[in-house]
């Protein structure tokens, strides 16, 4: 693992900025990052890319089964999201 440090400043309203030469060698630590911080220790922040998990096969089982579901003529799925979308 390639350590490397670096000193910042806490601004006013608790932001600070990744120095340059960390998030060249981090592609996740690039601007618009989700990240989750937390603390392990008194003196210790530690932030890490937000790693969601996906259960992939229950989303595309969802599609699916949506795709099965025949109207009764009121209205297709494909116009009822358009008109949902619209509506906002």
């Known amino acids: 693992?390639?350590?490397t440090a670096g000193t910042i400043v806490i601004r006013d309203r608790g932001?600070?900025?990744i120095p340059d030469k960390i998030r060249s060698i981090r592609?996740?630590?690039s601007p618009a990052s989700v990240v989750?911080?937390?603390t392990t220790r008194d003196d210790e922040i530690l932030i890490k890319p937000y790693q969601?998990?996906?259960d992939w096969d229950k989303?595309?089982?969802n599609i699916k089964k949506s795709r099965a579901i025949h109207?009764?003529?009121e209205i297709s799925g494909a116009?009822?999201?358009a008109k949902d979308r619209k509506s906002h």
């Open 71 to 73: 109207g009764k003529g």
């Open 15 to 17: 932001q600070l900025t």
């Open 27 to 29: 592609s996740w630590a």
């Open 79 to 81: 116009d009822f999201l």
């Open 52 to 54: 969601s998990t996906v």
């Open 36 to 38: 989750t911080i937390s």
């Open 1 to 3: 693992m390639n350590k």
């Open 59 to 61: 989303i595309f089982s």
